[in-house]
């Protein structure tokens, strides 16, 4: 079992959709999480990190259950500039030590 | 620098060759990482440097792939006798805060081993 795991996609909505992936991971003593956004042929760039409260940054919300030991991200009202690769990553210790990326989940939005 | 810069950003090399690319971090940065990341596929950790030891090593996929930090700066990441598998983008980030905060990644270096 891979130790983070994603719906690779595509997803194909339109514009102004809803659209939220979601992403499992396997180590339970993980401790820190993030949703990290890559366009084609550019290096990966953190979109947000994802607190067990939850949080939201304008149209992007992301969500915790430990329980279940998953992830999400839902965006609303998509635009075409979301269109890109979004990966889910997990960090097992509070610190000092290596993040683990899922293979991420491309999302194309159309006019 | 204001980001992570990678060098060089393409590199073709012909099987059998040795390779060296390189990481110049955040200035300040303490933590550095490499991943790799094979085309359509997720990234793969290979190393983790903090100041110029290598704590994590795990991800190195054979004893032909090596990395070194010195001056807790500039990092190289080695491949001896390149093989077609180890074409890759082969991507660097760098922390000041550790994983909890995320990493800033560079913008890589294309590997092409022909």
């Known amino acids: 079992r891979k130790e983070v795991e994603q719906d690779p996609g595509p997803f194909n909505v339109p514009e102004g959709a809803t659209v939220a992936f979601n992403c499992t991971y396997s180590?339970?003593?993980?401790?820190?999480f993030f949703w990290y956004r890559q366009d084609c042929r550019k290096e990966p760039k953190l979109l947000m990190s994802?607190?067990?409260s939850g949080n939201e940054d304008g149209r992007f919300t992301a969500q915790l259950n430990r329980a279940s030991q998953y992830i999400s991200l839902l965006i609303r009202d998509s635009k075409l500039s979301d269109s890109a690769t979004y990966l889910c990553?997990?960090?097992?210790?509070?610190?000092?030590?290596?993040?683990?990326f899922g293979s991420g989940t491309r999302l194309s939005i159309r006019p | 620098g204001a980001g992570v810069s990678q060098s060089p950003s393409n590199k073709v090399t012909e099987k059998g060759k040795d390779v060296e690319l390189r990481c110049d971090p955040i200035?300040?940065?303490?933590?550095l990482y490499w991943y790799r990341q094979r085309l359509g596929q997720g990234l793969e950790f290979l190393i983790y440097?903090?100041?110029?030891?290598?704590?994590?090593k795990s991800g190195l996929p054979s004893d032909r792939f090596s990395a070194e930090r010195t001056g807790e700066s500039v990092s190289t990441l080695t491949i001896q006798r390149t093989q077609q598998e180890d074409s890759a983008v082969y991507l660097c980030?760098?922390?000041?805060?550790?994983?909890?905060?995320?990493?800033?990644f560079g913008s890589g270096t294309r590997l092409t081993v022909v």
């Open positions: 980030a760098s922390s000041d805060r550790g994983s909890n905060y995320g990493y800033t």
């Open positions: 180590n339970s003593a993980s401790q820190s």
């Open positions: 994802v607190y067990s």
């Open positions: 990553a997990v960090a097992l210790y509070s610190s000092a030590s290596k993040i683990i």
């Open positions: 200035s300040g940065h303490t933590a």
């Open positions: 440097f903090q100041g110029n030891s290598a704590p994590d």
